[in-house]
């Protein structure tokens, strides 16, 4: 696996939003991402759950009651310093995992899984919130999952054909608008779920997304340089034991998921790593709040790094689904991947943090990116 092969390509991850062949869509309100009043505060002593406490998954008993929107539970990462980048050497050269770097933070709350399908419709049950797969019209469906009618498909991606580009299909049904089958799971990831669309919840929520950094370190669950949130042992089940949900089989016809799923699994399922995070390694991608850059390693910033504030790509971390070595490795602590922020797919959604005082970089608006 050198070089620029075809299947080491961003597209095989995702195409982006351009690729699909949609209309052009409806404008967005430039205000609707700030026009949600905040989340309530949470009542004292309401900090969350210890370090390392899984908590339940999200929806569950054990969530505090002062979290009246964002029911997913909490991991503590603590302060730390952390060896960021990909130590072993998988890595591309374009992907920008390296040069490896020590990175302080400061402590942080995350969540233990992915944005549920059920906490993803409550916020846009409440709020009228339009996702960017429904604006469009159509959003990226890997062929083997489809379920829809033949007059909703609009054809395979350029250069990507195991993705169709499908129309109806979104969160609510991420395999295409065929019948009540294509009804996403409640418990599993919201997917089709763009950059903006996630930042659009967490203005809602009271939340934002990690940043990079943040992302790995409340991967690598407190073991610094593996490759895995588990450590350095097997994640295909050589060992009788399955860690996470990627790809079995032959790439991209044949899945035998012998891991339990061709698609998504559930957000809480498999063992969660070291800090309680269930998944941040295969199932679905997660988008975090940082511009890419692949050579924003080589910068060196030490504490609290960022990538660039405004950028034509967004970072996506931890792979999918869809992962297998064969042609897309990037299911590590430290792949990196990315995609334009109003790009929407069948295996991406994202988790959130908790706020912080951040006088260097507010929040930024939904639509601040002017693309
Ligand atoms: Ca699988």
Aim: charged share 20%; glycine share 10%.
């Amino acid at each position: 696996m050198t070089g620029d092969a075809p299947q080491h390509r961003h597209a095989c991850c995702a195409p982006a939003r351009d690729a699909l062949g949609q209309d052009d869509p409806p404008p967005r309100d430039a205000t609707a991402a700030t026009a949600f009043p905040p989340a309530p505060p949470r009542p004292a002593g309401h900090a969350g759950p210890p370090a390392g406490h899984a908590g339940a998954p999200a929806g569950h008993a054990g969530a505090p009651a002062g979290r009246a929107r964002h029911e997913i539970a909490q991991c503590r990462v603590p302060a730390l310093s952390f060896t960021m980048g990909d130590a072993q050497g998988d890595g591309l050269a374009a992907d920008g995992e390296r040069p490896l770097h020590e990175v302080t933070l400061d402590a942080f709350e995350i969540d233990a899984t992915a944005v549920t399908t059920a906490q993803f419709a409550r916020f846009a049950a409440e709020t009228g919130y339009v996702s960017d797969a429904e604006r469009f019209g159509v959003s990226a469906v890997f062929h083997l999952l489809v379920d829809a009618p033949s007059e909703a498909i609009v054809g395979p991606v350029p250069g990507v054909p195991w993705w169709i580009s499908v129309r109806g299909a979104d969160f609510r049904t991420p395999a295409g608008p065929a019948s009540h089958a294509a009804q996403a799971d409640p418990s599993h990831p919201a997917v089709h779920i763009s950059w903006h669309d996630a930042q659009a919840y967490c203005a809602w929520a009271g939340r934002r997304l990690p940043t990079e950094a943040e992302w790995e370190a409340a991967s690598r669950g407190g073991i610094d340089g593996a490759r895995f949130p588990w450590g350095d042992a097997p994640i295909d089940g050589s060992d009788g034991v399955w860690r996470a949900n990627v790809w079995q089989g032959t790439f991209p016809a044949h899945n035998s998921a012998a891991d339990g799923w061709i698609g998504t699994a559930p957000a809480a399922h498999y063992a969660p790593n070291g800090y309680g995070l269930f998944q941040t390694v295969g199932n679905v991608w997660e988008w975090c709040a940082d511009g890419f850059a692949a050579d924003a390693y080589e910068r060196h910033v030490a504490h609290d790094p960022r990538g660039p504030a405004t950028a034509r790509e967004r970072v996506l971390r931890g792979g999918s689904y869809l992962c297998h070595p064969s042609y897309c490795n990037r299911f590590r602590n430290a792949g990196r991947s990315r995609n334009t922020p109003d790009s929407t797919m069948g295996n991406a959604g994202f988790r959130t943090v908790s706020l912080r005082e951040d006088p260097r970089r507010p929040l930024l608006p939904l639509r601040a990116l002017g693309d």
